[in-house]
């Protein structure tokens, strides 16, 4: 990085790799969005402030010709998939689409920003502190017999964050070994915390991920150079081959019975089969699933209505962006870990275990997303991306300036600056005011103050109506309150967005049978008995429609 850049940049990275697993705000609804949130804040301003300096200043730009290519081809998928959403169901997928958007930036501007002699060093040093810290936490969860997540919202995010930081911290203090025995003792304790916690959250593709990421860190440091893809693929075809022995098939069945996750992927293959190429639209993957969601899903052990994530990522990126998003996005991580590869054969001393441990960290986490979906949620993906660019700047690239003269330098800067505002005002201001209002709707509601609730909700719902959840909860609040008809009417909203939620066409059956409207109410029941064939209370309720009808 050039000396001109200043302290800004460096302070914005160090300051997401510390506040994403660390922040929760509990005055929103979801309080893990603020990973996010403070992840578009950053980006957002750390882009503005290269436009400045590439625009006024005459600031460098930093590029790698295939590695740009893949990822504005990526984007460029990602953005075409998400604009043939049929609208409406296209506004309830801009804010997916954004986010997505938002990892993207934040990968070129670390690109930008992390080649500065020290500065990787740094941020992984802050990103150890804020993982010793997250374990802390968890332990303390775990003891008071909570559930083991830290700030991370899910055990297997958390496994997912300690199965990047593993590989981190044990390049980052394999240094010490012979040179500072005190430092490398707390680097095992911390390692050794990391995998205890790891162990708590109970996470079966984090152990995946952990195993993966170590053997493939003693692969890039230890196997022979030139035929480590050799030795790779001989551990997979032997541990494909040992996963055909009847006590593995026995052990692998067990593991997932009674799981969500086969059903799911059997149905996200099949929703990727009939859209191969460009899939069903980025963001859109909980709209159309539940279509292509196989029946047998209802008799695992935690069925749920709105089905979000494929719970396999290459799956879940294949589903929306099809098999040209994946492989697109499957390249770009390959090529960046086959490149950082080759700099660490080029290394000696400390520095070569100081660039293996990013490498291995992103192959544990992808390992880890066979069965999981951590590159949906902030995070995982804002420090996946962030060690993607980390690894890119340790390649040799090149370097240019552009030549434009100042008015039109003003005129470029001042239209980009303000497309960004009105971007994140739009796709994130908005959604997140309607959080907070939602959340104090939500303190009403379980005050059973019904009418305060739909208050704060209406607010809520003005600012940012795109939400089904949100929309769902009001429409519970209008019928407790007894405001049947606005209550009818934001089911049909639902069902106008997702077509095939099924618990809001069932619900909306209990709301026409009270209004004695007997057809509708069959027809709702019908409709959500087709989505969930075991749907007892809809089967129930059908039969009492038609019963009630034929007397009336």
């Known amino acids: 990085m050039e ?59 930093t590029i790698y010709p295939a590695v740009s290519c893949l990822l504005l081809a990526y984007l460029a998928v990602n953005i075409f998939s998400w604009s043939m959403i049929p609208l409406p169901q296209r506004r309830l997928a801009e804010t997916v689409l954004l986010a997505g958007v938002t990892y993207i930036l934040f990968f070129f501007l670390a690109v930008q920003y992390t080649s500065q002699k020290g500065a990787q060093k740094k941020i992984i040093l802050l990103w150890i502190f804020a993982a010793s810290v997250s374990c802390i936490i968890a332990l303390s ?67 995946l991920g952990f195993f993966c990421s170590l053997l493939a860190f003693w692969i890039i440091i230890h196997g022979p150079k030139g035929k480590r893809l050799l030795l790779a693929v001989v551990l997979v075809v032997s541990a494909i081959s040992i996963m055909h022995f009847p006590w593995v098939k026995d052990f692998i069945k067990l593991q997932f019975e009674g799981d969500v996750r086969p059903p799911i992927w059997k149905g996200a293959v099949n929703m990727l089969a009939l859209r191969p190429w460009l899939g069903w639209g980025r963001g859109a993957f909980f709209i159309f699933y539940p279509q ?15 089905t979000i994530h494929a719970h396999n990522e290459f ?20 090529i960046v870990i086959k490149k950082g590869i080759r700099i660490v054969d080029q290394r000696t001393g400390p520095g070569k275990y100081l660039l293996a441990g990013p490498i291995c960290a992103l192959i544990g986490l992808l390992f880890h997303n066979l069965v999981c979906n951590n590159l949906q949620m902030a995070s995982s993906a804002v420090l996946f991306w962030l060690l993607l660019g980390m690894i ?40 997140m005011i309607s ?22 909700y209406q607010k809520a719902l003005h600012w940012y109506p795109w939400d089904v959840e949100m929309q769902y909860r009001a429409a519970y ?30 619900n909306l059956g209990v709301l026409y049978l009270k209004t004695e409207q007997y057809g509708p109410a069959a027809q709702s029941f019908l409709q959500a008995m087709a989505i969930n064939e075991y749907d007892a209370i809809s089967a129930y309720n059908l039969a009492r429609a038609r019963r009630l009808y034929a007397d009336k």
């Open 3 to 61: 000396k001109k850049d200043g302290v800004f940049p460096i302070a914005i990275l160090s300051l997401l790799t510390i506040g994403v697993p660390l922040l929760r705000w509990s005055l929103f609804l979801d309080g893990y969005l603020i990973k996010l949130w403070i992840t578009q804040w950053g980006a957002a301003a750390l882009f503005i402030y290269f436009l400045f300096q590439v625009l006024f200043k005459a600031r460098e730009i």
């Open 141 to 207: 969860q775990y003891l008071r017999g909570w559930r083991v997540i830290a700030f991370l919202g899910n055990e297997n995010f958390l496994a997912g964050y300690l199965v990047m930081t593993v590989p981190l911290a044990v390049g980052y203090f394999w240094k010490y070994r012979k040179v500072n025995k005190k430092i490398y003792i707390a680097g095992i304790t911390a390692i050794s915390l990391y995998t205890v916690v790891l162990y708590l959250t109970h996470s079966r593709g984090g152990w």
């Open 292 to 306: 292509f969601r196989p029946q047998e899903y209802w008799l695992t052990d935690n069925p749920t209505d709105l």
């Open 315 to 334: 799956l879940h990126i294949g589903a929306e962006t099809g098999l040209i998003g994946l492989v697109l996005f499957l390249a770009l991580v390959l």
């Open 392 to 431: 890119v700047t340790q390649v040799p690239g090149g370097r240019f300036r552009l030549k434009i003269n100042r008015m039109l330098s003003v005129l470029i800067f001042l239209a980009i600056t303000a497309i960004t505002a009105i971007i994140i005002y739009q796709g994130q201001m908005r959604p």
């Open 435 to 456: 959080q907070f209002l939602f959340k104090k709707g939500w303190v009403f509601r379980n005050q059973n103050n019904w009418e305060k609730a739909i208050g704060e």
């Open 477 to 506: 609040a209008y019928t407790q309150a007894g405001n049947i008809d606005k209550a009818i009417n934001s089911y049909g909203k639902i069902i106008n967005w997702a077509p095939y939620y099924g618990n809001a066409h069932r």
